[in-house]
């Protein structure tokens, strides 16, 4: 079932699509339901600077992952096998976005953080190069090169969560396009994005692995 976002930025943000997956690791079958929201006070931005796709440059995402047979079968504990999971939790987040045609790039950050509730998750801040239209890359002008990105950023976020496993994160762009109206609209601002994306994380209801 589709993750609801959390009060504090539920208001911001609106759902606009997902996708289920279906993914083998080792003895177990995962299934991974994917839902995207975009930033209300700048959808129409958004839509401007790219309206073919299915992930929007200012986005939040939160992925539920159910695990077939439960771990508990298989003798592992979600917290104890963190480690093993984040990794392929993180290469279905860039494997989603690679197939719609966003290239991630290198690893900023890769680290464990913790939640006010004590809840231990693991984080990956990734480089990401963001598609846009070529008539939202200058003001009425040509662009040089039909293949016009701007530079954004990629955060994926693994938690326990009971007998599984939830996934959270966020896309955000850390410049605008040359065209001076869509850079103002687009409203280009890392900090207040990352903020969005940590009260995504701290919100999170999550259950209580059989470890804890």
Do not use: C, Q
């Amino acid at each position: 079932m589709a993750i609801d976002l959390p009060p504090a930025v539920a208001d911001d943000w609106h759902h606009v699509g997902g996708r289920t997956d279906d993914r083998s690791l080792s003895l177990a079958t995962i299934t991974a339901e994917t839902a995207v929201f975009r930033h209300r006070p700048t959808a129409d931005a958004l839509e401007r600077l790219r309206a073919d796709g299915s992930v929007p440059a200012r986005s939040l995402f939160t992925v539920d992952l159910a695990i077939s047979p439960s771990l508990s079968a298989i003798g592992l504990d979600p917290g104890d096998a963190l480690e093993l999971a984040a990794p392929k939790a993180r290469d279905g987040v860039v494997e989603t976005l690679a197939d719609d045609g966003i290239e991630v790039g290198a690893e900023r950050a890769n680290e464990y953080i913790d939640r006010p509730d004590g809840a231990i998750g693991h984080l990956t801040v990734l480089e990401a190069a963001y598609p846009i239209d070529a008539t939202a890359a200058t003001d009425g002008g040509t662009p040089d090169d039909d293949s016009v990105t701007i530079d954004a950023e990629v955060h994926a976020a693994v938690w326990p969560d009971g007998e599984s496993y939830t996934l959270a994160g966020g896309l955000l762009p850390l410049e605008a396009p040359e065209s001076d109206l869509l850079a103002a609209a687009l409203d280009v601002d890392p900090a207040r994005d990352r903020e969005a994306i940590v009260d995504l994380f701290r919100g999170l209801d999550l259950e209580a692995s059989d470890g804890d």
